[in-house]
């Protein structure tokens, strides 16, 4: 046997070695995040005008009736903040899919127009028709597709080319948030908290019946792109790679744009679009795992961890209260900032 | 060890749109050697080899691997046998050497099966086939040209598969680089038996190294067979549109062309011991 044909056991060695580590590292973040997510939960659910020990919060979510906390926790906090994971773990989800199908961080749903454009029908379904609960998520899934296929086609051109689309993709999101300005203009009723939601995005007065379809949207889309993982991180090497490594590519990105993009549409009919969190998911979930392997259940704990952060910051920490979207969009604005500075600096287009 | 897999294209057409790049071709890969496909630009080679790795379903006509056409074969069982190097993959940001040899090895993994003792051995003999073994833990955007492309050319072999196809392997490269690619696929066919077919667009460099030469020129195959006997300046002017001479290189043995541009038609011909 030549050499070439059977590797030396040290080398065999070495590389075993470095994929260990890397999976150890990448197993240990993970279990931070969750952790964390679990902390923030907690604390949202204690942490209030009236706060509670973590004993009558447990008792209440095991369903005790404990007086005074049965409703603050129970009716109140418990929603709020289930709602917080669930869109969290969606937004996270559906944004680091679109970030990695196409290959640039700037091409996630809240940029180019997917998370507005749910947003904009779920609030044109409320106030113009009248309609509440599915029917809503209804309307803002098909919005969301309709304008995933728009923006699609209308970069379509020998193929989708990533700037052409997030170009496009901006511009819909700009028409679709002037839609939502003008539904709110005319829904004379509301007061300004609420219209904040469908543009900001905010978890003020949720109740179970908002929470409830998202959650088991995001139990059904969730798997489906999990099982997913390894194709789409392989769509990362290029169409053409990917698919001589197996993959199928066009099978995959159906897939995944038709979960992603139900995931988000869910979310967005509970919550309004929370600004940035599916752009910001991603790359921070880069940033902590490092470039290996899959990003999907990283970028889902860290939009969780962000939403219900941010909707604690905004509700206690700046002496007024704010939606968790306008905390979150202050965290993500510099950032897009940012990406679009450095890819200038290095000579590059969007 | 040679394989036995038998490539072929049968009466193939290829086109974009309503242009066709390639029209009723039949070629046949000899089975365990290597095949070089030149031609002018835009003569469909590259456009070929996607074809052959199943990127682009024919017009007409089909691609077979072992009997079978390639674009009816499941992908992952299509990827175990043959894989391909495209032209300029892209490397996914800070993305490690040994992370991207890895993920040669996802047509051997399914969904639940976890990363083996036998992936691990693919990934070391590819990195040690390449010289790649001191850049494991380096990120590929931090190597030069020539590393980077041994590297693409580890994750190729980390596929295991008995056929490389290779789309212009030696572009960008400096001539030091392109002799250390090209010497290192030849190691490959030699030792390993695996059958490469490769799109090159210098001649000569394609002459050295095939032991199969196609020329293809407006959509069909000119000539095929021994680089000696295709490699002609009948062929050349017939490919390329260029007047050229046709010598033998005395460092390889094999045929070597000369361009004659406008500038340069001095030699007396005869003079260097020519094929016409």
């Known amino acids: ?350 | 060890m040679t394989t036995d897999h038998s490539l072929a294209a049968q009466a193939l057409t290829l086109a974009y749109g309503e242009r066709a790049v390639i029209e009723d071709l039949d070629l046949v890969v000899p089975p365990g050697r290597i095949t070089a496909i030149v031609g002018a630009n835009a003569s469909g080679k590259s456009t070929l080899l996607r074809s052959m790795s199943r990127l682009l379903p024919p017009r007409r006509g089909q691609v077979v691997l072992d009997g079978r056409s390639v674009h009816r074969l499941p992908a992952k069982e299509l990827a175990r046998t043959l894989g391909l190097l495209p032209q300029s993959p892209i490397a996914p940001e800070g993305i490690t050497v040994a992370d991207l040899v890895g993920r040669g090895r996802h047509p051997h993994q399914g969904m639940f099966s976890r990363w083996s003792r036998d992936d691990d051995a693919a990934v070391a003999a590819a990195l040690e086939a390449t010289s790649t073994t001191t850049l494991a833990d380096r990120a590929v955007d931090e190597l030069s040209g020539g590393q980077r492309q041994r590297v693409w050319i580890a994750m190729a072999l980390a596929q295991q598969t008995d056929l490389l196809l290779l789309d212009e392997p030696t572009t960008f490269l400096d001539v030091s680089h392109q002799i250390e690619v090209l010497d290192l696929l030849t190691d490959l066919n030699r030792t390993r038996g695996t059958t490469i077919v490769m799109v090159l667009h210098d001649l000569n460099m394609a002459a050295r190294y095939a032991d199969h030469l196609v020329a293809l020129a407006g959509g069909r195959v000119h000539s095929a067979g021994d680089p000696a006997d295709v490699l002609t300046q009948e062929c050349v002017r017939a490919v390329f549109g260029l007047e050229s001479r046709v010598v033998v290189d005395p460092t390889s043995d094999k045929p070597l062309m000369l361009p004659i541009g406008r500038h340069h038609m001095a030699a007396p011909a005869g003079a260097l011991g020519e094929r016409t």
């Not at chain 1, 989800?93 to 997917?114: C, K, W, Y």
Request: proline share 5%.
């Open chain 1, 1 to 350: 046997m030549t050499a070439g044909l059977l590797p030396s056991p040290a080398v065999v060695d070495a590389v075993a070695q470095g994929r260990l580590h890397r999976a150890s590292r990448r197993r240990w973040v993970v279990l931070v995040l969750a952790a964390l997510v679990v902390v923030a939960f907690a604390a949202s659910l204690m942490i209030g005008r009236t706060s509670y020990p973590p004993l009558d919060v447990l008792r209440v979510v095991l369903g005790e009736d404990v007086p005074g906390a049965s409703f603050t926790v129970g009716r109140l906090r418990l929603p709020r903040a289930v709602l917080a994971v669930v869109a969290g773990l969606s937004f996270g989800l559906a944004g680091v899919t679109f970030q990695t199908m196409l290959r640039n961080p700037l091409a996630s749903p809240d940029v180019i127009g997917i998370t507005s454009g749910a947003s904009a029908a779920a609030a044109f379904a409320i106030v113009f028709l009248g309609w509440d609960g599915t029917a809503v998520s209804v309307t803002a899934i098909v919005a969301a597709l309709g304008i995933a296929l728009l923006v699609y086609a209308l970069a379509f051109k020998d193929g989708v080319a990533g700037t052409r689309l997030i170009l496009i993709g901006i511009g819909v999101a700009a028409m679709s948030r002037s839609l939502t300005s003008y539904v709110l203009s005319r829904a004379g009723a509301w007061d300004f908290a609420e219209a904040l939601r469908w543009l900001t995005g905010s978890l003020n007065g949720t109740s179970w019946d908002a929470t409830v379809p998202a959650l088991l949207a995001l139990l059904v889309l969730a798997p489906v792109l999990l099982a997913q993982g390894r194709q789409l991180s392989a769509l990362l090497l290029g169409d053409d790679t990917a698919s001589a490594l197996g993959v199928r590519v066009e099978r995959t990105r159906v897939l995944a744009i038709v979960a992603a993009v139900g995931l988000l549409a869910f979310a967005t009919a509970a919550c309004g679009p929370i600004a940035f969190v599916s752009f910001l998911a991603g790359p921070i979930a880069a940033r902590v795992v490092g470039p290996h392997g899959s990003l999907l259940v990283p970028a889902a704990l860290v939009g969780a961890l962000l939403v219900l952060v941010a909707d604690l910051v905004g509700q206690f920490a700046l002496g007024t209260r704010f939606p968790v979207g306008v905390v979150t969009g202050v965290l993500g604005a510099p950032y897009l900032l940012f990406l679009i500075v450095r890819t200038h600096r290095a000579g590059g287009s969007l």
